[in-house]
C-alpha cells in the first residue's frame, strides 16, 4: 500500500487537547506522524484538505446491530454504511439480539457477519446473563476467547443482587469490562418520559430521575464490594452524579457514558407525542441536559455514545405508550455533537476525546488518537457545512430518527479505516 499523506488539513488532537493546521502520514495503515509540515515520501499518494478538519475515527460503544433475528431492522451491513457515513470507524455492538449474544457461537455468527459485511471495524460485546434475564451469569471466560470486548444486559436490569454480584466478581478475575444501565427496574417499568409538568399535562406514565440515582447507588455499592471495572452506559440525570463523583473520588474503576440525544435534546421536544423522540431513558428536563453536559465538560462524564437502536416504522407509528424505544443515530452522531461545538458548550478536542479517545481507552483500544503507531482510522469533514436532515437519506434500513427536518451543521467529507478509504473521498493532489 502507497504512503498516503493528507496536507492543508485542521488537525484535531484529543490527547494534546490542540486543533493545529498540518498535515499527517500513513504509512501501511498506520499513522506514522503529523505536524506542521512533513515532507512528502516518494511515490506516496497526496491529499490536500483544503483545510478541512482531521480527527480520529470515532469509537462508538452501544450500537445495535439486529443480526440475528430482526434483519429487517439493521444488518451488519446497513449499520456499516451508516457508520461509514458518519464518521464511526468502530462500532462496539450490543448483545440485546434476537436470540442474545450469550454463547461463544453466537458471538462467533456476529463477528463473522460483520467482518464479511461491515467496511468499519465491529467488536460485539456478550451478554452478562443468559438470555439477559439476570437468572445465570453467561460463561464469561469462553465469550472472551470467541472476542467479547465486554459484557452488558443492557436494558434489562439484573434485580437478583446475588447473581450480579458473582457476574462481577467473576468478571474481575478475568479482567473483563461490564457495562451496566443504571435504573431501577421497578419504577422504570411502563415509564414512557420523565416524571414532571410536561409528563403530567400529555398524561404520559412517567418515571422520576430518582430512578437512575437508586439503580447508580446501589451499583456503586457492587463495585465497591467486588472491584469490578464497571461503565455506566447512560447517565442522564442530575441526581445521578453525585454518586458517580463519589465512585470516582473513592478510587473505583468506573467510567460513564450518555447519549447523544440526552445531550442535544429535552423532553419538551416530544411536543405533541412524537415517538420518534421516544429513547430510553425517557428525554430528560433542560436542567438535567444541562447537569450532564456540564458534567461531560469537565470530564465526570467519559464517553459519548450515538445508543443506535433502529426500530421499524410499525412499531414507531403507534400511541406514544405503545411505541417502541429507540432512534437510530450512527449517521447523525457527528453533527448533532457539531451542535455542542457551535453552541461554545465543548471544545472539538473535547468532544473527540468522548467520542474518541475515551471509549477507546476503556476498552484497551490503540484507535481514537492521531499519535504515531495507531491505526490510521479518520475523518475529514467540514464542521460548519450546513443541512437539513431528510430520514430518508440514512443508509440504515431503519429511519427513526429525531432529527429529521432538523437543521444541522457538519458534513463528512471522507472516512478512512486502517488508511483505506471506506466512505466519500478527497481528490488526490498532482
Keep these: 500500500m502507497p504512503a498516503t499523506l493528507f496536507t492543508n488539513a485542521r488537525i484535531i488532537d484529543p490527547q494534546a487537547g490542540s486543533v493545529t493546521h498540518g498535515a499527517l502520514l500513513v504509512e501501511n ?36 446491530v439486529c443480526e440475528p433475528g430482526e434483519r429487517h431492522k439493521e444488518s451488519f451491513r446497513s449499520a456499516g454504511l451508516a457508520a461509514a457515513a458518519g464518521g464511526v470507524t468502530t462500532m462496539i455492538t450490543r448483545p440485546d439480539t434476537t436470540p442474545a449474544i450469550d454463547t461463544p457461537e453466537t458471538l462467533e455468527f456476529a463477528a463473522r457477519r460483520a467482518a464479511q459485511a461491515a467496511p468499519v471495524r465491529v467488536l460485539p460485546m456478550a451478554a452478562l446473563t443468559k438470555g439477559r434475564a439476570g437468572r ?21 436490569v439484573t434485580t437478583d443482587t446475588k447473581v450480579l454480584s458473582r457476574a462481577l466478581t467473576y468478571a474481575r478475575s478475568l479482567g473483563a469490562l461490564v457495562l451496566l444501565h443504571p435504573q431501577d427496574p421497578g419504577l422504570s417499568q411502563g ?93 430528560r428536563s433542560e436542567d438535567d441536559r444541562l447537569a450532564t453536559l456540564d458534567a461531560l465538560r469537565h470530564g465526570l462524564i467519559d464517553i459519548i455514545s450515538s ?73 475529514v469533514f467540514d464542521a460548519g457545512a450546513p443541512f437539513v436532515l431528510d430520514r430518508f437519506t440514512l443508509l440504515s434500513k431503519s429511519k427513526n430518527t429525531p432529527f429529521d427536518g432538523a437543521r444541522l451543521q457538519g458534513k463528512l467529507r471522507a472516512t478512512y479505516v486502517a488508511g483505506e478509504l471506506v466512505h466519500g473521498g478527497l481528490d488526490a493532489r498532482a
Design 191 to 283: 415509564a414512557a418520559a420523565t416524571s414532571g409538568k410536561f409528563a403530567s399535562l400529555r398524561g404520559l406514565p412517567a418515571v422520576s430521575p430518582m430512578a437512575e440515582r437508586m439503580g447508580i447507588d446501589r451499583d456503586i455499592a457492587l463495585i465497591e464490594m467486588t472491584g469490578a471495572a464497571v461503565h455506566f452506559d447512560q447517565i442522564t440525570t442530575a441526581r445521578a452524579l453525585p454518586a458517580l463523583e463519589r465512585a470516582k473520588r473513592n478510587g473505583l474503576n468506573v467510567t460513564a457514558g450518555t447519549s447523544i440525544h440526552h445531550l442535544t435534546l429535552n423532553e419538551l421536544d416530544v411536543a405533541d407525542y412524537r415517538t420518534f423522540y421516544k429513547v430510553k431513558p425517557p428525554l
Design 136 to 156: 445465570e451469569m453467561t460463561e464469561i471466560g469462553f465469550l472472551l476467547d470467541a472476542g467479547a470486548v465486554a459484557f452488558t444486559d443492557c436494558d434489562h
Design 29 to 64: 495503515g498506520i499513522i506514522t506522524a503529523h505536524g506542521a509540515e512533513l515532507p512528502v515520501p516518494k511515490g506516496a499518494q497526496v491529499f490536500d484538505c483544503n483545510g478541512l478538519h482531521l480527527a480520529p475515527g470515532i469509537v462508538d460503544i452501544g450500537v445495535k
Design 307 to 379: 445508543m443506535h437502536t433502529p426500530q421499524d416504522e410499525e412499531s414507531k407509528r403507534l400511541p406514544f405508550e405503545e411505541a417502541a424505544s429507540g432512534a437510530v443515530a450512527l449517521q447523525t452522531l457527528l453533527p448533532a455533537a457539531l451542535r455542542l461545538f457551535h453552541s461554545g458548550d465543548l471544545t472539538l478536542p473535547q468532544l473527540f476525546r468522548a467520542m474518541a479517545q475515551n471509549p477507546a481507552d476503556r476498552l484497551g483500544l490503540p484507535q481514537g488518537r492521531l499519535t504515531p503507531g495507531a491505526p490510521a482510522d479518520l475523518i
